[in-house]
């Protein structure tokens, strides 16, 4: 490092921010200068096991540490080709934004200290108006799309408690008659109910459409027909993880006020469909009574970034917000601890309302587009492959493939696509996560980096041939 740091003051704010600043700046310019040269993915990392120290080290040997042990051995996941799960990259602006929020350190506990509670608001309005949604939904920045679901688990609980005269929030579930309706919720969304005490168990599976993980509506009507349990609640999905498949929100919204079910949509990702297409995928979404979305996949903004949308808040502030001394919340104008999981909570909102800032819809449409076309591009490539076989439509940003297993039984099929799909991520070209579809191992690769080019789907397709030559080429 260029700046002298083994005499540095800890004590002394002033001066040790002002050096610290430097070092950090260094620290993110050489980071960010080594994307390409890095592996995309490091699959075997180690950290070497150290007791505490007492008394502390120097900063001096501190940053050592962190740049011999740390750092070499971090992901290239803000880099254009991080492919596995839906991981966007944070873009120039909401990488600057995020240091900010560091620095600025508020606490969006509260709104009467600060006008960071209203930089919130406003990114969440401007969030609506991006995505064509009507003025009456409201909501809040969380930790992410499981965080978000959590809050529509809970609201919808809690609603169906209202239907049948009990508050669930204060005097809990066990009288509560409910039954949950989905087809392919995603595992957050599991991981929710179980945590809201409703249970991991209480889904009534839905029979999906014919090669499609979208709900069959005919089977969904059949089965609230059927149902004895007095309030009940509907799971969609606006682009499920694995196809990208959409429900038909419009429909299903007409059958959830039919069989007045309380609407969540998951629509962590495809929600960013509405930026491109004509006619919408997610039309219907408007309808909903509660919306998760995530800005650290399209929006390409830092972790942690998700987003609950709901047309009901007084529900949500009925249900989270709890009176004390020092807390002073109204429903008129709720502050977010009366209306999210922490009381605490930093400033994830200044990337979001920077990034619609400079950005624009326009902007961030541009790089959905080319991350859809990529992906179509990547799906053709696969398509005509020799060694590969792409086993579903890719009609988003998700390209599901596997290597040509024509003659495999399908336990032989299941074992060469995860050899095949490590041996590709240990390469470090590209990084591809698992999947299963229709019963089978799969091979997903996820476009949503703002930083792709078609370059990168060639240096892909470069290593999946090397990989495949590995394995025995034609015989894969």
């Known amino acids: 490092m260029a700046v002298e740091l083994s005499a540095l003051d800890l004590s002394n704010e002033k001066e040790s921010i002002t050096k610290l600043i430097q070092v950090f700046a260094q620290i993110t310019e050489n980071f960010i200068d080594d994307l390409?040269?890095?592996p995309v993915a490091q699959t075997d990392s180690r950290l070497k096991s150290e007791s505490f120290i007492e008394a502390g080290i120097p900063f001096a040997q501190a940053l050592e540490r962190l740049c011999d042990q740390v750092i070499p051995q971090l992901s290239a996941s803000r880099g254009p080709r991080y492919w596995g799960f839906v991981t966007g990259g944070a873009t120039p602006i909401a990488t600057f934004a995020d240091w900010l929020v560091t620095s600025f350190d508020q606490n969006l506990s509260s709104g009467i200290d600060s006008v960071a509670s209203q930089v919130e608001r406003q990114a969440i309005q401007w969030l609506c108006e991006m995505f064509y949604l009507p003025p009456s939904f409201k909501g809040l920045m969380t930790t992410g799309a499981t965080a978000s679901n959590f809050l529509g688990a809970l609201l919808a609980r809690d609603f169906c408690g209202q239907q049948q005269g009990l508050n669930v929030a204060k005097d809990g579930v066990t009288?509560?008659?409910?039954?949950?309706?989905?087809?392919?919720?995603?595992?957050?969304?599991?991981?929710?109910?179980?945590?809201?005490?409703?249970?991991?168990?209480?889904?009534?599976?839905?029979?999906?459409?014919?090669?499609?993980?979208?709900?069959?509506?005919?089977?969904?009507?059949?089965?609230?027909?059927?149902?004895?349990?007095?309030?009940?609640?509907?799971?969609?999905s606006a682009a499920?993880?694995?196809?990208?498949?959409?429900?038909?929100?419009?429909?299903?919204?007409?059958?959830?006020?039919?069989?007045?079910?309380?609407?969540?949509?998951?629509?962590?990702?495809?929600?960013?469909?509405?930026?491109?297409?004509?006619?919408?995928?997610?039309?219907?979404?408007?309808n909903a009574d509660s919306i998760t979305l995530d800005c650290h996949k399209w929006l390409n903004v830092p972790y942690d970034c998700g987003v609950f949308l709901t047309r009901h808040q007084d529900l949500l502030f009925g249900s989270l917000n709890v009176p004390a001394p020092y807390l002073n919340s109204s429903i008129e104008n709720p502050d977010f601890m009366a209306l999210g999981i922490e009381n605490s909570r930093r400033f994830r909102a200044l990337p979001v309302w920077m990034s619609l800032l400079v950005?624009?819809?326009?902007g961030i449409a541009k790089w959905v587009?080319?991350?859809?076309?990529?992906?179509?591009?990547?799906?053709?490539?696969?398509?005509?492959?020799?060694?590969?076989?792409?086993?579903?439509?890719?009609?988003?940003?998700?390209v599901l493939f596997t290597p040509k297993v024509d003659e495999m039984n399908a336990e032989q099929a299941d074992i060469l696509t995860c050899r095949v799909r490590d041996e590709i991520n240990q390469d470090g070209r590209i990084f591809v996560s698992a999947g299963m579809w229709q019963g089978k191992q799969c091979i997903r690769a996820a476009f949503s980096n703002w930083q792709s080019r078609v370059e990168d789907v060639e240096i892909a397709m470069q290593c999946l041939d090397e990989v495949a030559t590995k394995f025995g080429g034609q015989t894969l």
């Open 36 to 38: 390409e040269n890095r």
């Open 175 to 236: 009288s509560l008659s409910i039954e949950v309706f989905a087809a392919t919720p995603h595992s957050s969304m599991l991981k929710t109910l179980g945590m809201c005490g409703l249970g991991q168990n209480c889904i009534v599976k839905i029979k999906t459409l014919d090669n499609s993980e979208a709900m069959c509506l005919k089977d969904l009507k059949q089965q609230l027909e059927q149902s004895n349990a007095k309030s009940k609640v509907i799971i969609a």
């Open 240 to 286: 499920t993880v694995t196809a990208t498949d959409f429900d038909d929100l419009s429909a299903i919204s007409e059958i959830a006020h039919q069989y007045e079910a309380w609407l969540h949509v998951d629509a962590a990702f495809g929600m960013f469909e509405r930026l491109v297409n004509q006619p919408r995928l997610s039309h219907g979404i408007e």
């Open 359 to 362: 950005y624009g819809r326009e």
């Open 369 to 398: 587009e080319s991350n859809i076309k990529l992906a179509k591009l990547f799906a053709d490539k696969i398509t005509k492959s020799p060694h590969y076989q792409l086993l579903h439509d890719c009609k988003l940003n998700v």
